[in-house]
């Protein structure tokens, strides 16, 4: 079977506009939207095992661990659940910095959301950066900032503003050499490409289900061996099992139904047989050779057009995503213009501030196309449309 981008977008009633917005949140298909009303709507209390209202809620939280770990080729048994990626990586780095003395080092990356930078830099640790080539968005080399007092390594999976994928079982291989721990951010990976974070090398692998067609949530998956290390500030009476015991308060059940309904749509991309996982491997495969097409046409176009200035050109595979501006135009009047025509391609950092200043775009950033699972070739045509019919002074 092959990918049907109509027969897909059939399950997403908001798609009122062509949306170039996911980086920033995807859009919802029915299905992820009945699970969260339907769990909303259901008897249900916190977990346990005496009532049917338990009993539900303890089968919510068992079904999204095992919808995650099937995403992320992950022990179910350590994936974790928060507010956020940001929460749950602030969370993370104060939890880890506990134990580092005024001499330990971590490396971060100004390729990054600052979502994986703020919360390592404020741990009060010695900061050593990696920078990038603006011209290509390529990362610099990680293994020459490396110590023995290297404790941690904050590295994306793919660049939210570029869409650079640097190599990160290479990465993983050197922050282990150097016996240190490497924390991804796979924000803007996961919804593009299939992902195991074992086969990564992820000590700590990051996501948000908002950007794979779920509720908003951020989601932490590790070795349960290496959470059961870490000890987490927590209530007295709250459970100190593994992965509970980093999860803050009552989870949000309607959220994670949501997340597994997100998960087990992403699986029927490509409608075929087997295990989750096999399924999820195929359609994100599937959904890899659409986006990758869309993304050249995409590309290809802006080029074409005078006056318009791309951003990075990575050598290596990367996510469907451009950054671009318009001679003599700003950000915000392109983003504008383009919004007024049906088009939303927002303008700015994205809070990929250190990566934005980087290139030379200062803390106002630029306009981002990302492409999603539903977007077609009409959507990328549209969005040349209004570049091309800028009014221009």
């Keep these: 079977m092959t990918y049907d981008v109509w027969k897909i977008r059939d399950h997403f009633p908001a798609l009122d506009a062509a949306h170039f917005d996911g980086p920033g949140g995807s859009q919802v298909p029915d299905v992820v939207g009945a699970a969260v009303a339907g769990t909303l709507c259901a008897a249900i209390a916190n977990r346990g095992v005496v009532t049917a209202a338990e009993r539900r809620a303890s089968a919510v939280v068992a079904e999204a661990r095992q919808a995650v770990a099937d995403l992320l080729a992950a022990d179910p048994a350590g994936v974790v659940f928060g507010r956020s990626m940001t929460q749950l ?9 506990r134990n580092w003395g005024p001499d330990d080092e971590v490396v971060v990356t100004r390729l990054d959301h600052d979502a994986n930078i703020r919360p390592w830099v404020q741990t009060g640790a010695k900061v050593r950066w990696a920078g990038f080539d603006p011209a290509t968005g390529e990362l610099d080399p990680i293994g020459p900032l490396l110590s023995e007092r290297t404790r941690l390594v904050a590295v994306t999976a793919a660049s939210n503003l570029l869409g650079t994928r640097p190599d990160i079982p290479a990465i993983a291989a050197e922050v282990h050499d150097a016996g240190a721990l490497l924390y991804v951010d796979g924000v803007h990976l996961t919804p593009h490409a299939s992902v195991s974070a074992g086969e990564l090398g992820a000590d700590f692998y990051a996501c948000s289900p908002y950007k794979f067609l779920g509720p908003h949530l951020g989601v932490l998956a ?4 290496l959470l059961e290390t870490l000890h987490p500030d927590k209530l007295l009476p709250s459970t100190d ?3 509970e015991r980093f999860e803050l308060g009552t989870l949000p059940y309607e959220l994670l139904a949501g997340t597994t309904a997100a998960i087990d749509f992403l699986a029927g991309l490509v409608p075929g047989t087997g295990s989750r996982r096999a399924r999820l491997e195929a359609s994100m495969a599937g959904l890899e050779a659409h986006e990758d097409a869309l993304l050249a046409r995409l590309d290809g176009g802006l080029a074409s057009l005078p006056g318009v200035t791309r951003y990075g050109a990575p050598e290596r595979r990367r996510t469907p995503t451009v950054l671009f501006s318009v001679d003599g135009v700003p950000s915000q009047a392109v983003y504008e213009h383009l919004g007024a025509v049906g088009v939303n391609a927002p303008a700015g950092s994205f809070y990929a501030i250190e990566c934005s200043r980087h290139l030379g775009l200062g803390d106002t950033g630029a306009v981002r196309a990302g492409i999603a699972p539903y977007t077609t070739e009409e959507d990328v045509d549209r969005l040349l ?5 800028l009014p221009r002074g």
């Design 222 to 225: 590790a070795a349960p061996a």
């Design 385 to 389: 449309a209004g570049v091309e019919s």
């Design 89 to 97: 990586t602030y969370d993370l780095s104060r939890t880890l910095a």
């Design 241 to 243: 099992a593994v992965p």
